[in-house]
């Protein structure tokens, strides 16, 4: 059994799934194996970090600051995420909107369903009504989020809600970004002060303290940025994980085709 996010043994799906119980159970974090025993309170998962590998650069991060109107020295906020309420968009408009220093907000990702839809209004219009709007660039849909990346600054997701794991944090950690986020879920075992900044759940202030922080301290950035690739290879390697996994699923019984 693979869990990318955690149980509650609540859900008919999940109360159907515990009937039987799995020879291997993999969790994406020990977040998410935590909640294992409300599922199948005799097993013991076993956790393996998502195989993640660094993309190269390009060297287009000039070109695609220019192509996005941002100049050099202007520092860039990145989100890269789908449009989920707990995601942070909010918390991230209403922090940067207290931070009068110079700053851009790129917001990659595409509203898909209906629910996505309303909440990307909602949250252009509270950037409209904060009088930041003309400092945010929303991206839409990307195929080059590692570029993106690599052309920004810093990234920040200032969930308001758990992450089961977090995959982009790790992607930013690779680009050299440091990352902003919530302490909370998944992020406790990406991020440290090497490579970023945690900061107290629902604590607008900690939140706009730390981002001027970065966005006014450039040396702050690139000490944090610098210990980045080696924190997201530790954990994410692909070599590493997908041996480990396939060291796991060896241990199986053999199962007839």
């Not at 931070?99 to 219009?125: F, K, M, N, T, Y």
């Not at 794991?165 to 002060?193: D, N, Q, R, S, W």
Request: proline share 8%.
């Amino acid at each position: 059994l693979w869990l990318h996010d955690r149980v509650s043994g609540a859900t008919w799906p999940e109360r159907w799934a515990g009937r039987t119980r799995p020879d291997v159970i993999v969790a994406n974090s020990h977040f998410t194996a935590a909640s294992v025993p409300a599922l199948y309170p005799q097993s013991t998962p076993v956790v393996v970090y998502a195989p993640v590998r660094a993309e190269p650069d390009d060297g287009a991060r000039a070109a695609l600051r220019s192509a996005l109107g941002v100049a050099d020295g202007t520092p860039v906020v990145l989100m890269a995420s789908r449009f989920e309420p707990w995601k942070g968009h909010r918390e991230l408009i209403d922090a940067l909107a207290q931070v009068s220093e110079p700053w851009q907000l790129w917001i990659a990702g595409g509203a898909q369903r209906a629910a996505e839809q309303r909440l990307e209004r909602d949250i252009r219009a509270r950037a409209a009504a904060s009088g930041a709007a003309p400092r945010i660039r929303f991206l839409g849909e990307r195929r080059d989020v590692g570029a993106c990346m690599r052309a920004a600054d810093i990234h920040c997701q200032p969930n308001s809600g758990p992450e089961p794991f977090g995959l982009a944090f790790v992607e930013a950690l690779y680009a050299g970004l440091p990352v902003v986020t919530t302490a909370m879920g998944g992020a406790l075992e990406i991020v440290t002060p090497d490579c970023g900044v945690l900061v107290p759940p629902a604590d607008s202030d900690a939140l706009t303290a730390a981002l001027r922080g970065l966005i006014v301290d450039r040396q702050a950035r690139l000490r944090l940025g610098a210990g980045g690739p080696a924190r997201a290879a530790a954990l994410c390697d692909p070599a590493r994980q997908l041996s480990a996994l396939a060291g796991w699923l060896g241990g199986m019984p053999a199962v007839a085709a």
